[in-house]
């Protein structure tokens, strides 16, 4: 059997195949098939000499492993880019599936990454952590507009931990159930945030991230939680090939229109990952309000542009700077050694990761600066000071 080029229409509950030869002709009319029966499909219709396309989308990941190795190549295509290239006036399933199959056979698919099971797996918890504290929020809000729609001003950490408290306000019966409910509710999520958390640490002390996260943990502003998240986003940073690259992939590059005489730039292209530009950003502003070199250079851009879009700019440094780290695994030349300590030495108590692990938090902190080239006596966090252990040799 010649090559064929495969292309699949991925939906819900079905997918629709289609398959072209080398000169893009129609070898394989457009099919239905249920998702149920996908697999069985695969081993009855396709060989090892096809390639087979699927855009990038929920689920996708699930049917790219199904494929690996039935066939000689997957590609996992990126959608927006796929629709910029084969905008068509009408577009059906089938039609999809036939303009997927040509552009594969073209070899001009715009392709994405295709993220290991361990980069997958910490998105994942990443994103359902997230989602914990977007609901936790939600709730909070709406427990929130009950006391002020009756005028009640409850003391400090009661709305996320007292539930009972509820049931002893002088409130309408329906009103008190809510509340009660909505307390309960928040204290449920806290929970689950707690443990989510938790993995999340346990994770970050595991190959092959614990490999990169003290070189995070050294910069100012960026926490377990947004260095994981970062990692977690980035993959592998050898898919990088400079730091423009990566600024681009947390869509932090400025939009530019050059045509003719016009050259005009505008806002970042918001164009990529969107959890790694927020993570950049929030540590961006943790970095202006604890590091005075970042804080410095805040100030100088604050001075001709607006306070978010200097933020913004310090984020894409700061990603700079990760970028460095990361490829040439040193230690960034504006570091506060004694605060980098600070920093591991919280990411050993975090969830009682150090312990977990049997071993002391100094210790844990001794043992990661050690890992990072860093060479410390002690560390100095608020009033106390904590000696590191030498390391052996």
Known sequence: MSKRYVGLDVHKNYLVAAAVGTNQELVMKPVKIASIDFETWIDKHLTAEDEVVIEAMSGAWVIHDLLINRVARVVVAHPYHVKLIAASMIKTDKRDAITLAKLLAANIIPDVWVPPKHVRELRSLIYHRNNLVHRRAAAKNRLHGICLQFRIIVPEGVITFKPEYWNNLNLPAVEKLRARHISDEIHLLTQEIQESEELISQMSAQSPWVEDVPFLLQLPGIGILTAMTILSSIGDIGRFPSSKHLASYAGLCSRIHFSGNTFKT????????????????????????????????????????????????????LLVVIWNVLTKREVDRAADFNMVGKSILIWGWKNRLATSLGMKPAEFAGKQLTTLGVKLEKIRYCSRVYPLPVPDG
Request: charged letters at 25%.
């Open 266 to 317: 505008g806002g970042i292209t918001k164009q990529g990952r969107g959890e790694l530009r927020y993570a950049m950003i929030e540590a961006a502003w943790n970095a202006i309000k604890y590091s005075p070199f970042w804080s410095r250079r805040y100030e100088q851009l604050a001075r001709r542009m607006d306070n978010q879009k200097a933020a913004t700019a310090i984020a894409r440094m």
